[in-house]
Structure formats: structure tokens, C-alpha cells
T-cell receptor, first 116, second 115 residues
């Protein structure tokens, strides 16, 4: 049982390049999330998916797109990377449909992205 | 709307001393409260969570936290610090008003253990 897995672990991009961060969970969870972590800022929600087939914007969605490919997988795409998107990106999942209050979120190991 | 304030971006304690990490929350409805720990270069791991069953919550690795509604606080404690406790700690809040996105995180407290 791997929990939440993310690929790649590290990535360096040049400004304007695009890439997709992959996330998968094997816990049969319904809700999935993408966060970014910046020094002194905690974690901020980028996008979330309350169930298979639905996605919604979080606190900081600009410059990103997401796809809930199926119940297991939730990808994050940067169409034209900018230096301000240099960050550590975490994917998380939780059991309930709709991210019910109190539902525990389980996190992946993160992707460290640098945009030059 | 919900928010979390963690007092002290860095806390330093001696090995064997009491650990106290402070968290205050703002929520218009009864909250659910979480503490997560992040070890260097790793993801977040749940330490404990409060869901209204009991005000004193025990978690993993000897940590516990007490929910105090009158003080809107959920401070994390451990009686005796160990070198392996050195990590970043995040307090988070979730309530019905938060919607499907669930968690709002504090900015984190870096715990340093002095030998």
C-alpha cells in the first residue's frame, strides 16, 4: 500500500516551458488536492477534486490547470512556467466525497520544482 | 471564514525539555483541528486531530494537544523532547464553512532540538 505517490521528485524548468506533475493514490479515496509550499507561507491550496470528474479552484489557481483522470489519479499542469512557480508541490487525498470537514488528508512526498 | 495562527516560526528546546507549539484558530462554527509534522525533504504526516470527541487529544510519538474553545487554541505539547522531534509542524483547521477544500494551514513552526 503505497499511499499517495508523486512524480517526478525534482524538476528544473526554464521560463515558458510546460510540464505536468503526476499524483496517484491507492487508498480508494474520493477527494484529491494540490498544494504548494513556500518558505514562511505554509501550504496553500491550488486546486481540488471533490470526486471523480469534478475539479474546483483553491486559493492560488492562477497559472495552473488540473485533470482528475480517474479516481486514482489527479495531475497538475503548468502551461507556461514562471519563476514565481518555484515551489514544493504536494498532492493529498481524503476519503470522503466533497472533502467533508474533519476528513483527514494524506500527503504525498512532494515535487520540488525550480523555474529558471 | 477560517484561519490559523502559529506563534513563533522557530522554537528551540533542549533535549528532554517540554515542547510547546502554539496554535490559535478563527472559525465561525465548531472546528476540526489538526497537527501535521513534516520531516526534512518529506511530505506531511498526521500527528493528531480534534473532532469534538474529547478536548485532550493524544497523537503519535508522544505528542498531545488540548482544545480550548474559550481561548480558541489548540496547542501541541510533548513532555520530553527527543532529537528525532526536530521537524516543521503545521496546525490546520477545517470546518463546515470551509467548503470542499477542507483544510486551512498555519505558516508552520520549525522545532529545533538542542543536545
Amino acid at each position: 500500500n503505497a499511499g499517495v505517490t508523486q512524480t517526478p521528485k525534482f524538476q528544473v524548468l526554464k521560463t515558458g516551458q510546460s510540464m505536468t506533475l503526476q499524483c496517484a493514490q491507492d487508498m480508494n479515496h474520493n477527494s484529491m488536492y494540490w498544494y504548494r509550499q513556500d518558505p514562511g507561507m505554509g501550504l496553500r491550496l491550488i486546486y481540488y477534486s471533490a470526486s471523480e470528474g469534478t475539479t474546483d479552484k483553491g486559493e492560488v489557481p492562477n497559472g495552473y490547470n488540473v485533470s482528475r483522470l480517474n479516481k486514482r489519479e489527479f495531475s497538475l499542469r503548468l502551461e507556461s512556467a514562471a519563476p514565481s512557480q518555484t515551489s514544493v508541490y504536494f498532492c493529498a487525498s481524503s476519503e470522503a466525497i466533497g472533502g467533508v470537514a474533519g476528513d483527514t488528508q494524506y500527503f504525498g512526498p512532494g515535487t520540488r520544482l525550480t523555474v529558471l | 471564514a477560517q484561519s490559523v495562527t502559529q506563534l513563533g516560526s522557530h522554537v528551540s528546546v533542549s533535549e528532554g525539555a517540554l515542547v510547546l507549539l502554539r496554535c490559535n484558530y478563527s472559525s465561525s462554527v465548531p472546528p476540526y483541528l489538526f497537527w501535521y509534522v513534516q520531516y526534512p525533504n518529506q511530505g506531511l504526516q498526521l500527528l493528531l486531530k480534534y473532532t469534538s470527541a474529547a478536548t485532550l487529544v493524544k497523537g503519535i510519538n508522544g505528542f498531545e494537544a488540548e482544545f480550548k474553545k474559550s481561548e480558541t487554541s489548540f496547542h501541541l505539547t510533548k513532555p520530553s523532547a527527543h532529537m528525532s522531534d526536530a521537524a516543521e509542524y503545521f496546525c490546520a483547521v477545517s470546518d463546515l464553512g470551509g467548503g470542499a477544500d477542507g483544510l486551512t494551514f498555519g505558516k508552520g513552526t520549525h522545532l529545533i532540538i538542542q543536545p
